[in-house]
């Protein structure tokens, strides 16, 4: 496996194989070159912005940040983020890494589809983000040159349809537990893939409450 792509080194530690393996056994081939694509932009991103970060704890979050879209992972009743993340801490645990260090892996996966939040937090929430923003929603897509964007696609390339692909695994990721998309990404998702949705109204929530007023 190449060891450095766009002039980002790929984490080779004991825990960083272990988790590339796992990931690897856990998902299928669209979910995990994403998710190393997720990595090689967030640390461009760090890269270009000057941004100090851990590269493995880094390289952690992006490629358990959709673990929780996996059977394997997935509980009935959180939202994938969340499942994700609980999975990600079970494994850094597993390697005495620092609470802080695992709570900064779980906050860049449990926020990673939250938008305007993670840009302004510590940089392994922050960098998770952006790698998933320039993925999937092609966020800051000309901050990357041509040469960055061919060499991280041709290590790990994106699928003939990526954009229908990732839409479909947030839809088979989250139809069985509807109420998890409530004010998040995933309610358009489900809008868009599930006839039989129907989106919760925080107005309506609020007005429909047992409050007497």
């Not at 880094?58 to 879209?69: K, N, Q, R, V």
């Amino acid at each position: 496996m190449t060891s450095n792509i766009a002039g980002i080194r790929i984490p080779d530690s004991a825990m960083a194989r272990a988790a590339t393996q796992l990931v690897r056994d856990t998902e299928d081939d669209l979910l995990y070159h994403h998710s190393r694509r997720v990595f090689l932009w967030g640390a461009l991103t760090g890269a270009r912005r000057e941004i100090e970060y851990d590269p493995e704890l880094l390289y952690i979050g992006a490629m358990f940040h959709d673990m929780g879209l996996t059977q394997a992972h997935a509980s009935k009743d959180l939202r994938f983020e969340v499942d994700g993340a609980n999975a990600a801490r079970e494994f850094l645990s597993g390697y005495g890494v620092a609470e802080r260090d695992i709570e900064d892996v779980w906050a860049s996966i449990a926020l990673h589809t939250t938008p305007g939040i993670s840009e302004h937090m510590r940089p392994t929430i922050a960098l998770v983000t952006a790698g998933v923003e320039m993925d999937v929603l092609g966020i800051a897509y000309d901050d990357f040159t041509s040469a960055q964007r061919d060499h991280v696609c041709a290590h790990h390339p994106r699928e003939p349809d990526f954009k229908h692909g990732i839409i479909d695994h947030f839809a088979q990721g989250t139809i069985g537990k509807p109420l998890t998309t409530f004010g998040n990404v995933k309610a358009d998702v489900l809008a868009l893939k599930d006839p039989t949705y129907q989106r919760l109204n925080f107005c309506s929530i609020i007005l429909g409450s047992a409050w007497p007023d």
